[in-house]
């Protein structure tokens, strides 16, 4: 399973890149707002800081404008994935983007039937929004289950699914178990995810009895 990270902030994307368990960044025009950046500098400097995949979503809604957005963040790096709302002229954007070459996230997938559209348009990642599912008592990961079932049934389908929209991580474990390619998770549920009380008090422990030993393992 893949993690990206879903923020514009890149003082918190370098600091979890450091772990080395970052494989890539998703942005929208929320994160970057909340940002308070200019789009185009913090997407230069994020795609520096992870190789892998770093979602940068157009603004417009008509195919045209989309299509010249997404050229102009594509050729901020090579990294770039331009994201694109699942949409009659999303779709029909992510089809012609996807020809040249250019990696696609097609983003606010509500539906099966949304994620096999965006399947059909040779999207690389279609992310379904679970949490947003969840916040309206509809079973979020109950989607992903059925688009990954879908998706199986379909080896030539090559879309990978982006568990977005992620709460908590339950989430995370819950899409890993119906194994769901990658989740994209705010800054705050990937360090949740370190978390386990039982290994704060098992490591006191063991430091603590090692200290009795008089012992270091660099020598004296
Ligand atoms: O980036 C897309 C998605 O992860 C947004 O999540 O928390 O705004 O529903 P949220």
């Given at each position: 399973m893949k993690f990206f990270v879903d923020t514009a902030d890149i003082a918190e994307i370098r600091d979890l890149a450091e772990t080395g368990l970052v494989d890539g960044v998703t942005t929208n025009p929320s994160l970057v707002a909340k940002s308070g950046r200019k789009f185009t500098e913090v997407l230069a400097e994020i795609c520096e800081v992870v190789p892998g995949p770093v979602s940068a979503e157009v603004a417009a809604t008509d195919f045209a404008t989309m299509m010249k957005e997404a050229w102009r963040l594509a050729r901020?790096?090579?990294?770039i994935t331009v994201k694109v709302p699942l949409t009659r002229d999303g779709l029909k954007a992510c089809r012609a983007l996807t020809k040249d070459g250019i990696k696609v996230n097609v983003t606010l997938c509500f539906s099966p039937a949304q994620a096999i559209l965006a399947a059909k348009a040779g999207a690389t990642f279609v992310s379904p929004f679970i949490g947003r599912l969840d916040d309206v008592s509809i079973d979020g990961m109950a989607l992903i289950a059925d688009i990954c079932a879908i998706f199986r049934r379909y080896p030539a389908f090559t879309t990978e699914v982006l568990v977005a929209s992620v709460r908590h991580p339950r989430h995370v474990v819950e899409a890993a178990k119906i194994g769901a390619h990658v989740v994209t998770v705010p800054p705050k549920v990937l360090r949740q995810l370190f978390d386990h009380p039982l290994t704060d008090k098992g490591l006191a422990a063991f430091l603590a009895d090692w200290k009795k030993t008089g012992q270091s393992i660099l020598g004296d």
């Open positions: 901020i790096a090579d990294n």
